[in-house]
């Protein structure tokens, strides 16, 4: 089940069209309408990309770092966003827990 503000990962497009990165994206919203697409945000660990006063930066000062399941600091990009299928979000999810199980740890998925 796909939740807002449940952290994915998800292979983001560069906004030069290159080859797609997988990374950590936040769930932001679901859209209206007949389809059963989301609103996704990208999280970066690259501190230095954050734009001051628009993009959130999370660190493990933060009350709820720990649970967002990050491994370092990171920068919410507010400024990249992407719509996506819930097919694709569960797909990731789906990924994500089996590469969790190989490597031997535990995983929590919302």
Known sequence: MI???????????????????LRPALVLNQL??????WLICMI????????????????????????SG?????????SRLAVVDSYILCLSRIRRKLASWIEGTELTVR
Request: aromatic share 8%; charged share 30%.
């Open 3 to 21: 939740t807002e503000g449940q952290v994915i990962l998800f292979r983001f497009p560069q906004t030069d069209q290159t080859e797609a990165k």
């Open 32 to 37: 209206p309408g007949p389809y059963n697409d």
């Open 44 to 67: 970066s660990s690259q501190l230095h990309q954050a734009i001051p006063d628009f993009d959130e930066v999370l660190t493990s000062r933060d009350s709820d770092f720990e649970e």
């Open 70 to 78: 990050l491994k370092s600091a990171s920068v919410i990009r507010i």
